[in-house]
């Protein structure tokens, strides 16, 4: 293997062309794994393949009995344990073990040990009254949430990481996020609405990228400002006297004034081509406190890490996702926390030296396990001495290389979910032939009903304070989707309080519109779009260059770090 040059390579799967760098081919050495045959793109897909966050079911637990909600269908063939049977003493998946058989293909003789073994029906912890979340742990009072900790009082938000309290319909607001709706991309606000990349701002309206402000309203690109609307400075009076005149109450009036946040945004806004602070020789955005970060988003301390999406505290690793809290050399894996040298792995947490695993927990040299919990030397489960497990391992590793299998992510087709559960149809959509032709899985009998609404959605009141309580117990249908869906009493009482009428979609598509405001987890190259007089590039048209999650055709005003700067501050 050439180490020291770049190579061009043909994805496997989308035959589109992509590249391996040297410092690529490094990595790889170190941790003794051939280079990839899939694109990034390709290879970010099959993982996010085995990541269901929202599509929720109920089925009783496999051992207990009791109903539970979960993310496997009661059509699925797994045997499917609740969160408190799944983690105590009353099953071993040691107990079982196979022998591995080299006349066969390793993943086929995997996928009959993950039919063995129970998997967790819903991965959450140490929470109070939060049946509904996934991926969460530490709330309190939280419902059909994902990725919410240390967080009171949140319904339909995912990514609340930090003292979340009285949130509702809200992604990506990291911490110190109360009392506010459909926010995005967000830190320490309070009584805010339909905003996206504020910081430490209050009573803050359809705004976006605020810092430091307090009651705006359908503004942009502002910095220490009170009583802002349209970007224009009002008095106290003059402003709240405004307000009243927007009839916040009033679905028809929210509807128009979205509309106009969506068009300041797009059309008027400036745009910084990236969110990357206190990092250093780091590529991607809304990244933090890192060094050496390609191409990674949504993450915080991060170092010498290429292809990562969501990560907290990440070392030496390459094409990951959620994976943190003090990880390194991980390489293609998926949720995995506090661990080192983890390999083509998914959901686990606090372990040493494991390749091809699957909810594994507190262990270390282990291949192809699947639900070991505290355990060591295991390959397929079964327990052998240091000795014969590396001999073992090896020779494993040389069948699978023979076979075409080592050094990739599992195939789709061990997947627990059908692509349409899965987080890959959110961020890379596909009808149900194209995705069954690339070997993923497909869910025909989806959670939800269709035609079941007991009223229409013209017969609910535009006004919220004319909204009778008796909603709670009517069947709605999405405007978007159609399905059906409904309003809880907490909800109903959290739109009242802060004056925002009932909305007419259903919280999956509420949660697909906020995603879509965001940013793809992908970058293209683009010069600054800057051509104005006075700036550090003179009358001439600003050429600084970089890589930006904007895709050249979008609409928005894109400027970089020099011209964004002179501009706002």
């Keep these: 293997m050439n180490i020291m040059n770049k190579e061009n390579k043909t994805c496997q799967n989308c035959k589109k062309d992509f590249t391996i760098e040297p410092d690529d081919f490094s990595f790889y050495e170190k941790i003794k ?38 993310i496997y269908s009661p059509k699925k063939s797994y045997k499917v344990y609740c969160p408190n049977c799944w983690w105590g003493d ?52 939280c419902y059909m949430c994902v990725s919410t900790f240390y967080s009171e009082n949140i319904m339909y938000s995912n990514n609340i990481w930090e003292k979340g309290q009285d949130l509702c319909d809200c992604t990506m607001v990291i911490k110190n996020g109360v009392l506010s709706y459909e926010c995005i991309d967000s830190s320490d606000i309070y009584n805010c609405q339909f905003c996206i990349l504020l910081k430490n701002c209050t009573d803050c309206f359809y705004c976006y990228d605020l810092h430091n402000c307090q009651n705006c309203f359908l503004s942009f690109n502002l910095r220490n400002k009170n009583y802002m609307i349209l970007n224009q400075q ?29 068009d300041l945004m797009k059309n008027k806004a400036l745009h910084k081509f990236a969110i990357i602070e206190k990092s250093v020789n780091s590529f991607g955005n809304m ?3 890192s060094k050496n970060a390609n191409q990674v988003f949504d993450s915080d301390h991060v170092e010498d890490t290429k292809y990562g999406i969501i990560l907290p505290g990440v070392q030496n690793s390459m094409d990951v996702c959620h994976v943190g809290f003090n990880c390194e050399l991980t390489y293609e894996s998926h949720a995995i926390v506090r661990s080192s040298r983890v ?79 899965s987080q890959a149809q959110v961020y890379l ?46 069947i709605l249908k999405c405007e978007d989707c159609g399905k059906n869906y409904n309003i809880i009493l907490a909800e109903l009482q959290f739109y009242k309080n802060e004056n925002i009428p009932i909305p007419h979609f259903c919280y999956k598509c509420r949660y697909k519109k ?14 600054c779009m800057c051509d104005k007089i006075g700036h550090f590039h003179g009358d001439d048209k600003c050429n600084v260059e970089f890589e930006t999650s904007y895709a050249p055709e979008r609409p928005e005003i894109v400027y970089c770090e020099k011209c964004y700067q002179q501009e706002i501050y």
């Design 514 to 527: 906020r995603i879509a405001l965001r940013l793809p987890r992908k970058l293209w190259h683009r010069s």
């Design 234 to 262: 009002y008095s106290k009076e003059e402003y709240f006297k405004k307000i009243k005149n927007f009839n916040l109450n009033s679905n028809n009036s929210r509807q128009n004034l979205y509309k106009q946040f969506l």
């Design 429 to 474: 959509p596909m009808a149900k032939e194209k995705a069954l032709s690339f070997g993923f899985n497909w869910e025909d009998d989806m959670p939800g009903t269709h035609g079941k609404e007991t009223t229409d959605s013209k017969n609910i009141s535009d006004n919220i304070f004319e909204v009778l309580d008796s909603i709670t117990n009517e």
């Design 90 to 141: 009353g099953w071993d998946a040691k107990e079982s073990f196979q022998d591995f058989d080299f006349s066969r293909p390793f993943f086929e003789q995997f996928q009959e040990l993950q039919f063995k073994i129970p998997r967790i029906a819903l991965l959450t912890k140490n929470s109070v009254n939060s049946e509904y979340t996934n991926h969460s742990g530490d709330n309190k009072n």
């Design 287 to 289: 990244l933090y406190n």
């Design 343 to 421: 390999l083509f792995s998914h959901l686990s947490y606090d372990n040493n030296d494991i390749q091809y695993c699957d909810s594994c927990h507190y262990s270390d040299n282990l291949f192809g396990c699947c639900g070991i919990k505290k355990g060591s030397y295991m390959i397929f489960n079964k327990k052998y001495s240091k000795e014969e497990y590396l001999k073992l391992k090896e020779k494993i590793i040389e069948h699978m290389k023979r076979t075409g299998e080592y050094g990739n992510f599992f195939p789709p087709k061990l997947s627990p979910f059908g692509y349409n559960e």
């Design 33 to 70: 794994v051939p280079p990839p045959t899939f694109c990034p793109e390709c290879r970010f897909q099959r993982r996010y393949a085995w990541r269901n966050e929202i599509t929720l079911y109920r089925r009783p637990c496999d051992l207990c009995g009791k109903s539970s909600v979960t």
